[in-house]
């Protein structure tokens, strides 16, 4: 966790430069700039090696020029040195006597997700997250908690780690209007459904551990499964979730500590897994006495008629622990996600939980347990929205781009597209934010080389966010593609 990329190879250095184009002024200047910043904070450290000139030009999208300019400015600078035999290295003058951890995790491939999350560049449209903002009815929820509801809690002492009592009782409701019976005992609360992850992966995972995870998958959730030191199995989809023939023979091959899966809207897919499905894999699960962290954070936002009964629900004696979130259903600045699991694990988690933070903050907690009972009424006109945003996104596409490829989702937020043979998405990336759009390329959420070509493209914009989104990757598209563009 406390090592660098390999530095020598385009990719891992592009990993430390994050969203270096989006600056102004000549495109050598903002390289060498990032690459200066870079080496002051300790991401390049004495000794490492910069790739060959052409090799990072190709993988930028620029000019060989470009880069020989950036490295000149570099070596101008102190902070590098071209060695005999070996191309350009970091000077050993401008190392750091002492390095702090970076906060990558070792083999990960969410840091530039998270990097746009502490500093998103000006004038760019994000397509990192895939959320809506605050509704009217979260204000009107916030004014009656503050009329109602603040002596009291005012007047307690704050401190619940496996949840505010309330809040663990409208969870239970919740899951059992969506066919999985729960009583609040089995409910830890915490803040957000990522923090739900790093605990299930903390009760669950050590170095040399293996996770089975879907493929393509959220970055963010598989560094969690890296950071705990375990090794990524990946298995494919198809239209109905994770394959099961390949789920069988992974687990018998690997006899992982866990099992992760999406099974209502996978990201960056959209996929639904079936009823039939899920009952597949809970009785693989119990077969092999596997633990199943079953991520459900766009189940929230969902009528009980709108999706499958939890993996959770079929009885098959399967340990299944299912994640909740309100990020989706309501708004990402309302840190409040949940864990449903048995009995004796909740306690587990709620020991974890207390050594994190003691507990999430009791006001949100309150909040959330006025509105998640609410929630469902307000489904079939977030449906609708959904929908027609998603048409005028999928219009705009298929007039500027006639050679993209994408399956209309079940649900969800996001376009999963896949672009012609021979594209390199992290390529088509970095065109894309010098035009001020960042885009999430295919292999930031698959190693395999399995989606070299695609990218992932949220569709939950307001109309004319999302032309002119549209516009920006239309003209980095031709740019890239000089003979194809618009």
């Known amino acids: 966790m406390d090592r660098n990329p390999d530095t020598s190879e385009p990719a891992g250095l592009i990993d430390l430069l994050g969203d270096w184009s989006a600056g102004e002024g000549p495109l050598y200047r903002r390289l060498s700039g990032a690459l200066a910043r870079a080496v002051r904070v300790g991401d390049l450290r004495a000794g490492d090696r910069l790739p060959a000139e052409r090799r990072l030009a190709d993988a930028l999208s620029v000019s060989r020029a470009t880069v020989v300019a950036a490295y000149d400015a570099l070596r101008g600078a102190g902070l590098a040195e071209a060695r005999q035999g070996s191309g350009t290295r970091v000077s050993d003058a401008a190392a750091a006597s002492r390095v702090p951890a970076d906060g990558r995790v070792r083999g990960g491939q969410a840091t530039a997700v998270i990097q746009r999350l502490v500093a998103q560049p000006p004038n760019v449209i994000s397509l990192g997250q895939a959320a809506e903002p605050g509704g009217p009815d979260l204000g009107r929820a916030l004014l009656d908690l503050v009329a109602d509801d603040l002596p009291a ?33 089995q409910v830890v609360v915490t803040t957000g459904a990522t923090q739900a992850v790093t605990l299930v992966a903390q009760l669950y995972l050590g170095r040399g551990s293996t996770t089975v995870v879907e493929s393509p998958g959220w970055p963010g959730c598989l560094d969690v499964f890296r950071a705990a030191g375990s090794r990524l199995v990946g298995v494919g989809l198809d239209s109905d979730g994770i394959r099961i023939d390949r789920l069988a023979a992974e687990l018998a091959a690997h006899k992982p500590a866990l099992l992760y899966v999406m099974p209502t809207y996978h990201n ?161 990336a970095q065109v894309a934010l010098r035009h001020g759009a960042e885009v999430i390329p295919g292999p930031t959420m698959d190693t395999t080389g399995a989606h070299d070509n695609y990218i992932r493209l949220p569709y939950a914009f307001p109309s004319e966010t999302t032309g002119e989104l549209v516009r920006r990757l239309a003209s980095a598209w031709a740019e890239l593609r000089p003979g194809n563009g618009p």
Request: charged fraction near 20%.
């Open 153 to 185: 809690l005012l007047g307690d002492v704050g401190y619940h780690p496996a949840g505010l009592p309330a809040l663990r009782t409208a969870v239970a409701a919740h899951h059992t209007a969506h066919g999985l019976p729960t009583d609040a005992d």
């Open 268 to 428: 960056p897919t959209g996929t639904l897994m079936s009823a039939g499905r899920r009952r597949r894999v809970a009785e693989l699960a119990a077969e092999h006495r596997l633990p199943v962290l079953e991520d459900s954070a766009h189940a929230a936002a969902l009528a009980p008629k709108d999706m499958p009964p939890p993996i959770a629900a079929y009885p098959t004696g399967a340990t299944v622990l299912t994640v909740g979130s309100l990020a989706k259903a309501v708004w990402p600045g309302l840190r409040i996600g949940w864990i449903r699991a048995p009995k004796d694990t909740v306690a587990r988690l709620a020991r974890l939980k207390a050594l994190n933070d003691l507990g999430s903050p009791l006001l949100d907690q309150a909040l959330a347990a006025r509105l998640l009972p609410g929630l469902p009424a307000l489904a079939p006109e977030r449906e609708q929205l959904r929908r027609a945003r998603l048409a005028t996104m999928s219009e705009l596409l298929a007039a500027r781009f006639p050679e993209w490829r994408w399956q209309t989702p079940d649900g969800g937020s996001v376009l999963w597209i896949r672009m012609p043979e021979g594209t390199d998405a992290r390529v088509y």
